[in-house]
């Protein structure tokens, strides 16, 4: 069958309401546009979602990441210390690492699930590992039971890298809720969208004005609620320090931090599609299995994303690797369907032998085989809560039409 051409199909949506404009423009009213009472309020909307004493939002997933490791240097986490992490991943997870003064280790992936392999980790683990951090990638949970029996019998912290999906549930469990940090990203393309920014949340309340403090370049003032930013009232502990000459709180800093705070505007959009993340995640799990179902036919030809009994996908994407005996290159498919409306987007890489920027770790080629066929063979196309039943056909339609003219259909 011939597909016509057909509106642009995008890998991310933005969802921009009248809740989030009269947000945006109360902001605007009362000159109060850095972080304040609406960030404080997306927070314990995050909070409640996940049934965590604490979040802390920030800039950026990246931040997120960043900061969840700076602050384990708290705990006795040192600098130079390694952090175990999959190869096939955004690079912004290792370079957290990297912006933490901390070593990656990069352990290869399952091919089926795309995320780090369990069965490989613990061959990584030396005297210097003190963090391990298992990203679900796309959505898809990693086995948590596995890389928490790997964590507690080694001693390791977990930080979870939930960046790409919030919603997801593994074992009926929300993702980011199972180590000792979950962090999440709200860029444009990700599950909710705050046009940039990024949230870390924990069940440990001691970790609260650490994350809060490092936030924000490392000051002595990391109050959950801030009088000055929430209230423009006066705050009863500004003035508390005892340390010589600097009596002022909110330029007194304790530790070297980072300038990674959320502002009014964007928390005024996370608020807005927080208070709808039950129909936004439902709607995007719902075209994940309608997608798969309609593409199923195509498994001897592409490996693809599967939802399975012990887990509820919140999925970014539907990634799809071509099997390494299909005489198909990924960028002869992902032309077609560019062409064809469809926006795609490569799945990332293997970090230490497919990215220049890591060759300084002097891993070869080779190394990890399963991210670099991923990175070599896979793509993946939008199914965000926009996305309604005939996009997705006609995406399947595009798919299914490329294989027979390539004569594999």
Known sequence: MKTSKKKRIT?????????????????????????????RRFEELLEEFHGVKCAVAVSSGTDADTIALSALKEDGVNEGDEVIMPALNFISV??????????PVFVDVDRKTFNIDPDLI???????????????????????KRVLDIAEENDLFVVEDACEALGSRYKGELLGTF???????????????????????????????????????????ACKVCQLNVDSGECPYRFDVEDGDMEDKRFYFLRIGYSAKMNEIEAALGIEQMEKIEEVITKRNEN????????EDLGEYMVMMRQEA????????????????????????????????????????SIPTQHPAYRFLGYEY????????????????GIHQNIDKGDLEYIAECIHDFFKLKGLR
């Open 11 to 39: 890998i991310g949506t933005v969802n921009i309401g009248e809740r989030a404009r009269e947000l945006v423009e109360d902001a605007f009213l009362r000159n109060r546009i850095s972080s304040g009472r609406y960030v």
């Open 94 to 103: 290792a370079n957290s690492a990297i912006h933490a003064h901390l070593k």
């Open 122 to 144: 613990e061959e990584k683990i030396t005297n210097r590992t003190r963090v391990l951090i298992p990203t679900h990638l796309f959505g898809k949970p990693v086995d948590m």
């Open 179 to 221: 180590g000792i940090f979950g962090t999440f990203s709200f860029y444009v393309a990700h599950i909710i969208t705050t046009g940039e920014g990024g949230a870390i949340i924990t069940g440990d309340n001691r970790y609260d004005g650490i994350l809060r403090s490092l936030r924000s370049h490392g000051r002595a003032c």
């Open 288 to 295: 994940l299995t309608y997608l798969s179902g309609i593409l």
């Open 310 to 349: 012990h887990e509820f996908i919140s999925p970014l994407c539907m990634p799809m690797v071509i099997r390494e005996d299909v005489p198909i290159e990924r960028a002869d498919i992902v032309n077609y369907l560019e062409e064809r409306g469809v926006e795609t987007r490569p799945t990332f890489g």
């Open 366 to 381: 080779g190394s990890f085989p399963n991210a670099e066929w991923i990175g070599r063979k896979g793509f993946y196309v």
